[in-house]
Each structure stands twice: as C-alpha cells, then as structure tokens.
C-alpha cells in the first residue's frame, strides 16, 4: 500500500547532512525526540507540514507544506532551525483514498478531523474550522450548518499534485484560510463527499 511509504527522515543539517529523525507519522513535539529547532532538510514521501511551534503551531507560527515521493529538499530560507512538530497529511484513511482533512487554526494549525465519508456533523471540529486540506479525486462540499445544510460551497483537490511510489498521481488542494472559498472562519457544521453546483458564492 502506498500509505506504508509515506515517512518523513530530518536533517539537522542542509543537503541531508547532520542528525536524523525519521517517523512514518506524525510528532506534536520534536524536543521528545531531541531533534527540536534543529532540522534543515528533509527525505520524504507524501505530504507533509513543518511548523515552527509544538503541537503543530498550537500558538502562531509558520508552517511550510512539502510534497512528493523520495524527494530530498532544504527547508525554504527562513525556516532552517525553527521546526517543532510535523504532521503527515494521510493520503490514505481507513481504506478510503479520497479524503478531506479540517484544522482548527489557520495554515493547518491545531486540532485535525480527516475523514473519507460525508459528515452530518463534525463533533469537535463544528464551528471550528479555519483551514483544510483535500487529496485524491473528489471535490467535496462544506456547508454553515448541520445535515448538508445552509451556506454552501465546493473545494477542490486541484492545488498541486505528485506521483507516488506507485506511480499514482496524487492530487490535492490547500486551503490555507475559509476566506478562500467565500466561508466565514470557524462555520463549517457538516461536510459532504462530492460537489454537484458551483459556490454561491462564486456567483455573487
Ligand atoms: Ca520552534
Ligand atoms: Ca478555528
């Protein structure tokens, strides 16, 4: 399976060179693993984010998405020694490749609901969603309210895209704010596999 491959291994120095830290998921703290405010480039396969706060920018920081199979890269200039967790955007999730992953902060900050079904509602991500992250085929549709309902709009797994291990090109679409697709932040109640009209918003 793909989703075996996707792993991440750090440089504490740049052009792989220095300590390593290789995980195959995600790590809230890098102090635990001694590797904190160290790396400076990175082996990986996937996607993956770098933020430069514990427990993925649990407050404010930056963040930087890094994407591809077997792709070795220096973290962009500005971010050498200050990453302390790093999180693995699945491409796969209990058996479904078409996903949709929501975070409570902006820049894919804070707490994450994946999932690869629709949901009537969110449980303790409602109302909390500032960004999201969706990878495979489908576009998906976010609505204002509970069971599909109120305001709507579709997002697309149309960002960018890499080829993985094995030979499969993995789509996906970053949404770094809700202001991106016309939403208020912190509004989506229930989210819905597929997209069968264009935003309201996208009209006005
Ligand atoms: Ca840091
Ligand atoms: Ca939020």
């Known amino acids: 399976m793909a989703a075996s491959f996707e792993r991440a291994r750090l440089y504490s120095e740049p052009n792989g060179k220095g300590m390593q830290l290789t995980t195959h998921g995600s790590l809230g703290d890098l102090t635990m693993y001694n590797f904190n405010n160290k790396m400076d480039s990175v ?3 996937g996607l993956w984010i770098y933020y430069e706060h514990p427990a993925y920018n649990a407050m404010p920081g930056y963040a930087v998405v890094m ?14 020694n200050i990453v302390s967790s790093v999180r693995l955007v699945k491409s796969s999730h ?6 949709i992953t ?34 495979g085929s489908s576009p998906w549709t976010i609505y204002s309210d509970y ?13 960018d895209y890499y080829v993985n291990d094995d030979g499969e090109v993995v789509y ?26 264009w935003s309201r918003n996208e009209k006005q």
């Open 43 to 45: 082996y990986q396969s």
């Open 67 to 80: 994407y591809g199979d077997r792709v070795s890269a220096n973290l962009p200039e500005g971010y050498s």
């Open 94 to 99: 209990d058996g479904y490749k078409d996903l």
């Open 102 to 135: 929501l975070y409570s902060g902006t820049g894919f900050a804070g707490q994450e609901l994946i999932t690869g079904v629709s949901r009537g509602s969110l449980d303790y991500m409602a109302d909390q969603v500032s960004s999201l992250i969706v990878i």
């Open 147 to 159: 069971n599909y309902s109120g305001q709507q709009a579709c997002v697309y797994p149309s960002t």
């Open 172 to 197: 996906f679409g970053l949404y770094v704010n809700m202001t991106s697709v016309g939403f208020l932040d912190n509004s989506i109640q229930s989210v819905l596999k597929g997209c069968s009209f």
